[in-house]
């Protein structure tokens, strides 16, 4: 994706007066860079300096007083790259004209640390081509302090906004692009803001990366972000390895790894962003055919932080397959395990190492680990195939007891399952227990004949009889599904030869696998025969098949010198003819004969209902616990070097992380920030990584309400996402901070209804949360809490008071004055709507402020004038005279927040009018924000089946709500009090 040509960027300055907190920035600093030159020079502003030295390397701007490390500095300085200055001709791709795109880091760097001159902001401004405005009142004097903090509370606003516009079910171009384009403008109102520039590194995440504009724009925002927060540990990498991949061949690149790499340097970097930096470059290396150099640098990377789960993860899957060593590749599952507890792969990968290898005791703890992880009261085949390989490790472990009672236990679960579910349609069977108690779901046979096995050799007879009766039940259904699925694969207008021929192989597997579990645990020679006679009648068994089970159906027949001849004429090597043969044994009471066939059995599948049967009645038949072999002792002592505290973080109840939010400078009013701070706690002893997969999530959930006092109803706000991988790892018992203001987030947008009344917010913060029926919860090693209450008060208004707000309105001194005025302007607009609410003398009231308010919102400056464009209430009747000075203003700041703000749709006039504008920059604008309507139009169209019969124009007969606009506003609804959250677009 390319950007078009001769783009015009963001808007030119407004007046500062020279007590900005931020001194020589804007004379020197980043305004004249982001907004474009209005005097006719290049649309870059200006030519990029070649001898930037730190920028010469990284393409960003070079901050006087930052300084990463020495070895950042070194690599720096090492290379240069070639010109990032982007041509004046952009080819166009999937986002379009980007507007706002023109900031040249290179020459940022250069104003910076240079000074720059100036752009005018008054549209008369010398050099400005533009005419006059004809529309333009008389201003009225600021102070100020009223520009800065209304330059601060939009730079708020278009942070905001610049998320909701893609917090959409479908995301078109054009939002993506109005993303990008806002969060610009929040950088420009507010450039010492670190939430500003997240905002605007994470839409360039979302533009084209390819584009040196886009690719300039983010490093800009890295280093911003770096100045304003030096403690992010990601925001270090991602310079470090940007400034790296920048370089034009493979062979600098890996230079510059090798140099940052280097042992003197590693110190320096610190051991996560080392290992993180290794991680890559093993990649580089691999992608150049240098295998010995990707083993090496992917082994550096897990050995300078083993807790990098991404790096333990990739080093495991790849390294285990080149080594034959039993205990080295457990040893790798198990680094990886132990970097993310919650990596089931890992996890499962281990225990099954230490299963199959006869390491039960092992394979037993940390496949209960598995089970706890993944444990669901649904029906779910790979959570009950977990089960049963956790059941028999139990069983191998010595503890038979314990491994009848998880498969017990999920009967009775599934059960319970299927009761709701038939409740729900025959609701009468809830007031039968009897019909309730026959109910029981059918499990796979498999399950029951590993409880049927684990009950025969406790000896539970009893017990044993009624698991038999169920596992052929469960056969006798599966049975009958394949059946049902065959005759359906049959009917087919076109049969597929393939899927009936595997469904038809399935069903003789399940009846040969009930034939067995009939001769060899329920030792019902009838039952077995009957599944042979049926399999045999379906798919024709082969003679090795009938040989086998003929056998065994010889010896259920009480003879077994006849079975034993049998088997042993039988060149079948498999365990179920092996066991068979031990079987005959003893049933000759060739004890020896028999103890060395069970010991074979075991040993050729130590891992299956076999091997672990086979083990058992060897153990029973010598008298004695089978010892384990050489490698099974040595995967038993690696096992044993895990803590039972790592055991102790998957029990009910625990707590392994614990989050917390605190307030922090409490909010006078709704349109203030909205500071907290949020802390995570890691209660283990284990260091836990901040990744994607765990085990501490890198987004954080909150979840929001809105009420006010003496009001029943209250406003959810949709969930809220925010990313916590400001750093690596948690320490041990050690706690991480991250600052958050709300006022960026949809909580600040939907505040702004609330301006006049003031409300109470309750927040709740879940960290590694999941999805359920009911919403989201925490998950494993998760945890949710409650933050107090915040209470924002309203103002409380008399005639009096509202006189004195018009009267101070007109010549405002502070900020405040112009909060009190957008309040009683939301309680004037409430009046308009329901004006049973307002008394005669104060209707008049709220007329004068309808008649004071265009010369009022005409006359303020630029940054406070689009402030107020967004907070003001919805569009309504009393606003509109207000609103018309507006329309026709020229400065594209303006024009783009009435856009933003207040265009009711696609056909809106003033959206044609920025359209046409000679301004690029405004006409760009107006094609942006067109382009998202029509998408939003066209959405709502065929999400409510209207205006089908005329493509992308709705009937004029059924008014389309915009997209966000509250229904209620439509022609023939009920009326109720207008909402800048509902019907603020985005």
């Known amino acids: 994706m390319r950007l078009p040509s001769r783009i015009s960027t963001c808007t030119p300055m407004t007046d500062r007066p020279s007590s900005n907190r931020s001194g020589q920035w804007w004379t020197s600093g980043l305004r004249p860079y982001l907004g474009l030159a209005a005097r006719g020079e290049s649309h870059l502003g200006y030519e990029p300096n070649e001898g930037l030295g730190w920028a010469g390397i990284c393409g960003v701007a070079a901050i006087r007083g930052i300084s990463f490390n020495t070895a950042t500095s070194q690599l720096l300085a090492s290379a240069r790259p070639s010109s990032l200055s982007p041509s004046k001709h952009f080819r166009h791709g999937l986002l379009g004209a980007l507007a706002c795109l023109s900031v040249n880091a290179l020459s940022l760097a250069s104003a910076w640390q240079e000074g720059a001159p100036g752009t005018a902001s008054n549209p008369t401004a010398p050099g400005d081509a533009r005419a006059p405005d004809a529309t333009a009142r008389p201003k009225i004097s600021l102070p100020p302090g009223v520009t800065t903090a209304a330059q601060q509370s939009l730079a708020r606003v278009f942070a905001s906004y610049s998320g909701k516009v893609l917090r959409k079910d479908e995301v078109a171009v054009s939002d993506l692009e109005l993303s990008l384009l806002l969060a610009q403008q929040s950088v420009e109102q507010d450039p010492d803001n670190v939430f500003c520039w997240r905002a605007l590194f994470n839409a360039t995440l979302l533009s084209d990366g390819t584009n040196p504009e886009i690719e300039s724009l983010r490093a800009t925002a890295i280093e911003r972000i770096l100045a304003l927060d030096p403690g992010d540990e990601q925001m270090k990498l991602r310079r470090l390895a940007e400034a790296i991949e920048r370089a034009p061949t493979a062979e600098e690149r890996a230079a510059r790894y090798e140099s940052l790499l280097s042992p003197k340097n590693r110190s320096t970097l610190g051991n996560q962003i080392a290992s993180r930096l290794a991680f890559k470059y093993a990649f580089l290396l691999q992608r150049t055919g240098d295998v010995p150099g990707f083993e090496r640098w992917l082994g550096e990377s897990v050995t300078l932080d083993p807790a990098n789960p991404e790096a333990t993860a990739i080093a495991a899957g790849y390294f285990r397959f080149a080594s034959e060593d039993a205990a080295k590749e457990a040893e790798l599952l198990m680094t990886a395990m132990l970097a993310n507890p919650l990596d089931t792969l890992a996890l499962r990968g281990f225990a099954s190492r230490l299963f199959v290898r006869g390491a039960y005791r092992g394979a037993s703890r940390f496949l209960d680990v598995c089970v706890h992880l993944a444990e669901t009261p649904l029906p779910l085949e790979a959570y009950d195939a977990l089960l049963v390989d956790a ?12 491994a009848e009672n998880l498969l017990t236990r999920r009967q009775r679960q599934l059960n319970e399952f299927m009761r709701r579910e038939v409740g729900r349609s025959d609701p009468a069977v809830l007031s039968d227990p009897k019909r309730l108690a026959e109910l029981r779901y059918p499990v796979r046979g498999n399950e029951v004949v590993v409880r049927a096995a684990v009950l025969r050799a406790q000896g539970k007879m009893d017990l044993l009889k009624d698991v038999t009766v169920e596992a ?3 056969f006798d259904q599966e049975i009958t599904n394949y059946r049902a699925a065959l005759g359906e694969l049959q009917k087919a207008t076109v049969p597929d030869p393939r899927q009936i021929e595997r469904v038809t192989a399935e069903i003789a597997t399940t009846r040969l696998f009930a034939a067995l579990f009939a001769y060899w645990i329920a030792e019902d020679a009838t039952k077995g025969d009957a599944y042979i006679k049926a399999a045999d009648a379906d798919t024709p068994l082969s003679e090795a098949a009938k040989a086998r089970f003929s056998a065994w159906a010889q010896l259920r027949s009480a003879e077994p010198a006849k079975a034993l001849e049998m088997f042993k004429a039988l060149s079948d090597e498999s365990p179920a003819a092996k066991l068979g043969l031990a079987f005959s044994h003893l049933a000759m009471n060739d004890r020896r004969s028999a103890a060395e066939t069970l010991l074979e059995v ?6 299956t209902l076999f091997g672990i049967d086979a083990r058992d009645r060897l153990a029973r038949l010598l008298g004695a616990p089978i010892p384990t072999d050489g490698v099974a002792a040595q ?3 690696l096992a044993d070097t895990v803590p039972p505290s790592f055991d102790r973080m998957f029990r009910e109840g625990a707590q392994p992380l614990a989050v917390r939010v605190v307030w922090g400078t409490h909010p006078t009013t709704v349109l203030d920030p909205i500071p907290a701070t949020v802390e995570i706690a890691n209660l283990t002893q284990w260091p836990l990584a901040i990744d994607d997969t765990g085990p501490v999530r890198n987004i954080l959930c909150f979840q929001s309400t809105i009420g006010v006092a003496g009001q029943s109803e209250t406003l959810e706000i949709p969930y809220l996402f925010h990313p916590i991988d400001r750093n690596f790892v948690i320490p041990p018992r050690g706690t991480i901070t991250l600052p958050v203001d709300f006022a960026y987030t949809d909580l600040g947008i939907s505040l702004l209804s609330f301006t006049q009344p003031g409300c109470s917010v309750t927040l709740r913060a879940i960290v590694n949360w999941d999805t359920n029926e009911g919403g989201l919860r925490a998950s494993a090693f998760g945890d949710s809490t409650d933050a107090d209450l915040l209470r924002v008060e309203g103002m409380r208004l008399s005639d009096e008071w509202i006189s004195s707000v018009i009267a101070r309105a007109q010549s405002p001194q502070s900020i405040q004055d112009l909060a009190n005025l957008v309040a009683v302007a939301h309680a004037a607009a409430t009046a308009s709507v329901r004006p049973e609410l307002a008394s005669d003398a104060r209707k008049d009231l709220y007329a004068k402020l309808w008649a004071a308010l265009p010369d009022i919102l005409a006359g303020l400056d630029v940054p406070t004038q689009c402030w107020l464009l967004f907070v003001l209430p919805d569009n309504i009747p009393p606003l509109e005279p207000s609103l018309e000075p507006i329309r026709k203003s020229r400065e594209p ?3 783009l927040s009435y856009l933003v703000r207040r265009a009711a749709a696609s056909t809106d006039v003033v959206l044609e009018e920025a359209i046409r504008s ?12 067109k382009g998202m309507l029509l998408h939003d139009e066209e959405v709502t169209r ?12 709705a009937p004029e007969e059924t008014p389309l709500p915009t997209p966000g606009e509250n229904p209620a506003s439509l022609p023939g609804a009920k009326p109720e009090t207008p909402s800048p959250a509902s019907s603020s677009r985005p």
């Open 918 to 929: 000679d301004d690029e920059r405004i006409a760009r604008y107006g094609a942006v924000v």
């Open 391 to 402: 059941a028999l490790a139990r069983w191998a472990a010595g503890r038979p007891e314990e």
């Open 893 to 895: 700041l303006v024009r």
């Open 942 to 953: 065929r999400d409510f089946n209207i205006g089908t019969g005329r493509p992308n124009t």
């Open 602 to 607: 075991w040993r050729t599948a130590p891992d």
């Open 472 to 474: 052929f039940d469960s």
């Open 635 to 637: 995967l038993e002592a």
